[in-house]
């Protein structure tokens, strides 16, 4: 009897994934699992004919020998079910901790956990708007877990030690034999008794409780960079929480608020700030002091320049993040109209006025002149 097609014994495209693959056999091997279909031969038969395809489909080496070649390419390879233990490979890996909900002989795997890294951490910082577009050099005092001073992080009080569980004999795991009509599995069990890590703790350290770490407080030295602005991370690797079983220390995540400025505000690299001006400069041109993060300049303003007008000064901005150029500085003038004015001062405009007429007024002239047109008045 020929073999049916792996791809559509696991109802998958011949383009599926290895995640989409993966998903398929489970649900398959979980349907017909012996287990679940006591006596039933087809049910049986099914579940060695899904374990071969996953077999096949789940190795890229021998897929791609199928998908070029057919049965043919694999026929070596494929072990034509459960016959013992042959063909069984990565099944325990696959269903993990859902074994359980079978209860007979593959019941869930937590083998003992190895190296594994330390948490992340992540501290917000404000710096001025100077600092951001400059850069600087900060402290900053941050809390986190540590070797325990007392029991240098054994986790056992002084004087005594951690004893390896007699249990699992240091491993962190329980292993059973059990034989079901496909022949023999070995199930494996987190060890109850030290909870998969291999050893016990008698007499736990008081200050750590048998953790053996400690929260202190650390000084860092943060460098940071010119250009960066709000939201900008710095990443200090090594700097979180410290790892388990000899894992890596987590990464400390250093993350900017830039404080607002009372004069600038920035765009991208560039820094923008308002100047008011009396109407005699804005007529006359002058001379003015402004403002900028490298300190105060002088910069002219021709005559007649009007409210709103916007002068850019080039290479005053913030320096580049990537260390090349820097933004420019955007001046914007507000002719500030005054408020309070007695009465002679009042008359001087008056007569102002009258000896300028409307022709000096230009825009002032085209707008009602738009007026007349538009409605004729």
Known sequence: ??????????????????????????????????????????????????????????????????????????????????????????FEDIFGDIFDIFGGGFSSSRRKAGPKKGADLRYELAITFEEAAFGADKEVIIRRHEKCSTCNGTGAKPGTSKKTCSKCNGTGEVRYATRTPLGQFVNVKTCDVCNGEGYIIENPCIKCNGTGKELKQKKIQIKVPAGVDTGSVIPLRGEGEPGEKGGPNGDLYIVLRVRPHEIFKRDGNDVICEIPITFVQAALGDELIVPSLDGKIKYKIPEGTQSGTIFRIKGKGIPSLRGYGRGDLYVKVIVEVPKKLNEKQKELLRQFADIMGEDVHEQRKSFFDKVKEVFGI
């Open 1 to 90: 009897m020929s073999k049916r097609d792996y791809y559509e014994v696991l109802g998958v495209d011949r383009g599926a994934d290895e995640q989409t693959i993966k998903r398929a056999y489970r649900k398959l091997a979980m349907k017909y699992h012996p287990d679940r279909n006591p006596g039933d031969k087809e049910a049986e038969e099914k579940f060695k004919e899904v374990n071969e395809a996953y077999e096949i489909l789940s190795d890229p080496n021998k897929k791609a020998r199928y998908d070029q070649f057919g049965h043919a390419g694999v026929d070596g390879n494929a072990q034509g079910g459960f016959g013992g233990a042959a063909g069984f490979g990565g």
